[in-house]
């Protein structure tokens, strides 16, 4: 006979006893085709509650290690964490390529390599002859190329590892746009393959989008989302990019040195080489960085093709990219409640939906937007998409502070100087570096005056804080009748002011007023908002 289980009361993801007024029922375990989800070791008790939610009747199940256990047709899938560390550890090896191409490979360095001029000579004629870049020899490329199977060896390894999810994806694309397939190594001098990369001037993602050459080809950056990051959108806007540079240049060399320093470079370095049009003719007259971007693509693709011969391994991906999928969502969801309704880790979220900045899928009128899941966990969250957004609708009606307000990015604003700014006080509310609003301000030292108007390009959205309405006594001033002002009277402190505006706090009250104790004197007048800005 089987054993009924124990029915316990829906305990929602915020721990309040009260949060939902379930129905419970005894219930017996499922023997259907879906009880293989249950994996070997989980030996568990399943909470079953059957929950009205908006009139209709739900159900939702839970183990007692607090997780929801939905149900689907298909075996659920195990995922190798290994992998999921292998797309992860690549945020160091961006910094790893984007030294390699500033710098280049040291001219005393020796390499120990057994790849004779003679064979290189000969490999990179075979490549030439079945792509449309000018793969010619000379010793430039051959120290690229030595340096990279020596002192970046380990960085081309985890590549040819990590390729494996991201190539797929970018093969469809580049076919779609009718671009060289061998533009996906581009991917890898341009972000070492981690879309979450940005570079010290703002470029951001997979394909280093600056914000206004990301705007130009339809890459939304709000304060929910960036699609700069996101693999699909942004890989369709550099095909895009790329075929338009193509079209000028007539020529593959000059279309990716044109995306790395823009064309306006390039056209400099023609008309400086005294009207040459090939890439190692003026690349002499180009950036520094520029000069090192086309080589490192080069070498890339030559590795990629010799690997075998170099001793490079390709560790077999456990997930490439076309065993995912995506879903498009309905209502806003966060990461925290998709992981434990459908098992599957925020981290692991974070890597399959690198656009979405706070770990929050939101709704947009007039926007779709995805959420990519493992194939066999697609199929869980559609077979439970109702009660998975009715469960969620409850959750965030409970939540006592709401989430932030959806906020398009600007690309510039002017900002005033306040009492008690500095450069790097600036610097972390707009995210970006003391030397880059230096540099936007032709400013020579750290000095700000009060008063003093900056122009800042923010590489995060700053979303302002608003004033609630206070019930707080008229005689002190409130934000209610529209005053902005609080009298400081005897008894008064920063703490019990604070307390009488609603959504105003202690450092509120610090940073607008350009306090640094608690001392407050009987008539001193303090705003109550953001007045300056």
Not at 215 to 234: C, F, N, Q, T, W
Request: glycine fraction near 6%.
């Amino acid at each position: 006979m089987n054993q009924k289980l124990k029915i316990v009361v829906f305990a929602a993801l915020l721990s309040t006893t009260s949060y939902l007024s379930a129905q419970q029922e005894d219930v017996t375990p499922n023997t259907g085709k879906d009880s293989t989800l249950l994996q070997e070791d989980e030996k568990t008790t399943i909470s079953v509650s059957n929950i009205k939610i908006d009139g209709q009747l739900m159900a939702l199940e839970t183990q007692e290690n607090g997780k929801f256990r939905l149900r689907d047709l298909e075996e659920a899938w195990k995922y190798d964490s290994l992998w999921l560390n292998e797309l992860h550890n690549n945020a160091d090896l961006f910094s790893d390529m984007l030294l390699e191409i500033q710098k280049g490979p040291e001219q005393d360095s020796i390499f120990v390599v057994d790849l004779p001029t003679d064979t290189l000579k000969a490999r990179l004629a075979r490549m030439d002859a079945k792509t449309p870049f000018n793969i010619t020899y000379n010793s430039s490329l051959e120290s690229v190329i030595k340096s990279f199977l020596t002192r970046r060896r380990d960085l081309m390894q985890r590549m040819m590892t990590a390729s494996q999810f991201y190539f797929p994806l970018f093969e469809q694309e580049l076919d779609n746009q009718n671009i060289p397939l061998e533009i996906k190594y581009l991917a890898i001098v341009e972000s070492a393959l981690n879309p979450k990369a940005r570079s010290r001037v703002g470029a951001k993602g997979l394909w280093q989008f600056m914000y206004s050459t990301g705007k130009m080809y339809g890459l939304d950056v709000s304060s929910y989302v960036d699609e700069r990051h996101d693999p699909i959108m942004a890989t369709k806007a550099a095909s895009k990019y790329l075929s338009r540079l193509y079209g000028i240049f007539g020529d593959w060399d000059l279309a990716l040195a044109a995306y790395n320093s823009g064309p306006g470079n390039v056209n400099k370095a023609i008309r400086r080489s005294g009207g040459y049009e090939n890439y190692w003719n003026i690349r002499p007259f180009l950036p520094r960085e520029t000069a090192g971007y086309l080589p490192a693509f080069l070498a890339t693709m030559y590795i990629f093709e010799y690997a075998e011969e170099h001793g490079l391994q390709y560790k077999k991906a456990e997930r490439p990219y076309f065993e995912t999928d995506t879903v498009h969502v309905k209502n806003l969801i966060t990461f925290d409640q998709i992981s434990k309704l459908v098992d599957i880790s925020t981290e692991e979220l974070e890597m399959l939906n690198p656009a979405y900045k706070l770990n929050i899928i939101p709704k947009v009128e007039g926007k779709n937007y995805t959420l990519r899941l493992p194939t066999a966990k697609i199929g869980k969250f559609v077979s439970n998409e109702e009660e998975i957004y009715a469960f969620v609708k409850k959750e965030l009606d409970s939540l006592e502070k709401p989430l932030p307000n959806m906020i398009k990015a600007q690309d510039q604003i002017r900002y005033k100087v306040r009492s008690g700014d500095y450069l790097g006080k600036i610097a972390e509310r707009y995210g970006v570096g003391v030397s880059q609003i230096k540099r936007w301000n032709g400013l020579r030292s750290n000095n700000l005056r009060i008063g003093q108007r900056l122009t800042i390009f923010p590489r995060k959205p700053y979303i302002a804080k608003t004033i609630a309405k206070s019930t707080g006594s008229k005689s002190s001033g409130s934000v209610a009748n529209g005053s902005k002002i609080h009298t400081v009277r005897s008894g008064d402190s920063l703490w019990t002011i604070s307390k009488k505006y609603p959504g105003v706090s202690i450092e509120n009250l610090r940073e607008w007023n350009g306090i640094s104790g608690n001392n407050l004197k009987p008539g001193t007048k303090l705003k109550l908002c953001d007045c300056s800005s």
